[in-house]
């Protein structure tokens, strides 16, 4: 089964809107952290937010806020305000602390283009 | 300054031909890895590493060699590379992995981009 599911494999957003790029995961570990990663054309990975499962609020970093439902199992990335440059591939990812060897499992990742 | 490094950035090669590429990471951290993405984007694990130790070692084919002189350093070596090699190659790093905590968030090199002709 997917442990981490990003059902949007594309889409398209007008310029200066908000955009939500979904992301829901699998585990039955308590602890757990989810991160979010851009990968814009150039090719490069760049973190954007985390979020653990104890956190009590959602995270936040600048432009991009995390809607964190723990019940549902998903930890929507937001992104405020979308300009040009946040076209890119955006990645979902999870560690679990059972997990002796933390690795980090991967979603399939969410193409964003934004629109002028 | 930059993070994590690899070199090449793209590399070109025969099938048959043995290549390596090096990854140094100067942020301290005591893990290290090597990803590999595929043309739809998937995002593979390759190999880990924790203070050189081998920690993650998926299934890759034996002719993929990742050696560790030290933390700083995590390089790969591909024997006869064959036309399904061809990827973009992602070296990573982390402060801790195994007994590390969740919240240990792993920093990426800008890729190499290996094409085999």
């Known amino acids: 089964a997917q442990k981490i599911t990003q059902t949007q494999p594309g889409m398209f957003v007008q310029e200066k809107e908000a955009v939500t790029l979904d992301c829901t995961y699998d585990?039955?570990?308590?602890?757990?952290?989810l991160f979010w990663y851009k990968q814009p054309s150039s090719g490069e990975m760049i973190f954007l937010i985390y979020?653990?499962?104890?956190d009590q609020q959602n995270a936040t970093e600048g432009r991009y806020s995390l809607n964190f439902q723990k019940a549902r199992k998903s930890a929507n990335l937001v992104i405020s305000a979308s300009q040009l440059g946040d076209s890119a591939m955006y990645f979902c990812?999870?560690?679990?602390?059972?997990?002796?060897?933390?690795?980090?499992?991967w979603g399939a990742g969410t193409k964003l283009i934004i629109k002028p | 300054d930059t993070a994590v490094s690899q070199t090449p950035k793209y590399l070109v090669t025969q099938m048959g031909n043995d290549k390596s590429i090096k990854c140094e990471q100067n942020?301290?951290?005591?893990?290290m890895y090597w990803y590999k993405q595929d043309s739809k984007k998937f995002l593979k694990i390759m190999f880990s590493?924790?203070?050189?130790?081998?920690?993650i070692n998926e299934t890759v084919p034996n002719r993929f060699s990742p050696k560790s002189p030290d933390k700083a350093h995590l390089n790969l070596h591909i024997n006869s590379l064959e036309l399904g090699d061809s990827a973009v190659y992602f070296c990573?790093?982390?402060?801790?992995?195994?007994?590390?905590?969740?919240?240990?968030?792993?920093?990426f090199g800008p890729g190499t981009r290996l094409t085999v002709l």
């Open positions: 990573a790093s982390s402060r801790r992995g195994m007994g590390g905590r969740t919240t240990d968030t792993q920093y």
């Open positions: 942020l301290g951290h005591d893990t």
């Open positions: 590493y924790n203070n050189k130790e081998l920690i």
């Open positions: 585990t039955s570990d308590p602890s757990y952290g």
């Open positions: 979020q653990g499962s104890y």
């Open positions: 990812a999870m560690r679990e602390a059972l997990d002796s060897n933390y690795q980090l499992i």
